[in-house]
């Protein structure tokens, strides 16, 4: 009887064309989760921005409020200059153009009149009076709160229930015109912020 001999078996490579495609399957996982790392961490980055921006934007509302309170004696009868319009724009302006912003005034970032603050913001104001005509203020032409002839404000106090009536009036003398404060705030990677607050002065 003849013994038998075992030839080597061939290869065909399948094993090698697995590892092959697991390792491409691995490194598309791979990719993909940093990206989805990576697009994470700029969503945090830019909430941040967004909250630096806003903080920033009180700074801009207190200058423009220090500066209706400066000119409060004269502001009803001051032509539209710089940062201030006396008439609501008609229609109104787009606060996301540049164009919007062409007299605004910049507020400093420090004593050293830096016009950008530690973490890259520009802050920036307008103010509008709430008027469609400019000059005296009329309830015509004005939105303005009410007195009645007591002297007493028709508003309620916050917290107090305004449709039953029975609340504490707000004591003034004067009516007040109101004047819209927009800031807008440019901060890094492009990033822009507009802010509007509504201010209310007595009339002078």
Same mark, same amino acid.
């Given at each position: 009887?003849?013994?038998?001999?075992?030839?080597?078996?061939?290869?065909?490579?399948?094993?090698?064309?697995?590892?092959?495609?697991?390792?491409?399957?691995?490194?598309?996982?791979?990719?993909?989760?940093?990206?989805?790392?990576?697009?994470?961490?700029?969503?945090?980055?830019?909430?941040?921005?967004?909250?630096?921006?806003?903080?920033?934007?009180?700074?801009?509302?207190?200058?423009?409020?220090?500066?209706?309170?400066?000119?409060?004696?004269?502001?009803?009868?001051?032509?539209?200059?710089?940062?201030?319009?006396?008439?609501?724009?008609?229609?109104?302006?787009?606060?996301?153009?540049?164009?919007?912003?062409?007299?605004? !005034? #910049?507020? =400093? @970032?420090? %004593?050293? /009149?830096?016009?950008? +603050?530690?973490?890259?913001?520009?802050?920036?104001?307008?103010?509008?009076?709430?008027?469609?005509?400019?000059?005296?203020?009329?309830?015509?032409?004005?939105?303005?709160? !009410? #007195?009645? =002839? @007591?002297? %007493?404000? /028709?508003?309620?106090? +916050?917290?107090?229930?305004?449709?039953?009536?029975?609340?504490?009036?707000?004591?003034?003398?004067?009516?007040?015109?109101?004047?819209?404060?927009?800031?807008?705030?440019?901060?890094?990677?492009?990033?822009? %912020?507009?802010?509007?607050?509504?201010?209310?002065?007595?009339?002078?």
């Amino acid at each position: 009887m003849k013994p038998v001999t075992l030839l080597p078996r061939h290869q065909h490579g399948l094993v090698l064309f697995i590892a092959l495609v697991v390792m491409v399957v691995m490194s598309l996982a791979g990719v993909a989760l940093m990206k989805t790392v990576d697009n994470g961490n700029q969503v945090v980055g830019n909430f941040a921005f967004r909250q630096a921006a806003v903080s920033a934007a009180d700074r801009g509302v207190e200058r423009a409020f220090q500066w209706l309170v400066t000119n409060s004696t004269s502001i009803n009868t001051m032509s539209s200059t710089g940062a201030y319009l006396n008439t609501r724009p008609d229609p109104d302006r787009n606060w996301f153009a540049d164009s919007a912003w062409s007299t605004a !005034t #910049v507020v =400093p @970032a420090n %004593s050293q /009149s830096a016009q950008t +603050d530690s973490l890259g913001n520009k802050v920036s104001y307008m103010i509008v009076r709430q008027c469609t005509l400019p000059g005296t203020p009329s309830r015509q032409t004005c939105m303005m709160n !009410t #007195v009645d =002839p @007591a002297g %007493s404000a /028709s508003q309620c106090r +916050d917290g107090e229930d305004c449709r039953s009536g029975s609340f504490t009036p707000e004591v003034t003398t004067k009516p007040l015109v109101y004047y819209a404060v927009y800031v807008r705030v440019q901060g890094p990677r492009n990033t822009v %912020s507009v802010v509007q607050s509504l201010v209310g002065l007595p009339i002078s």
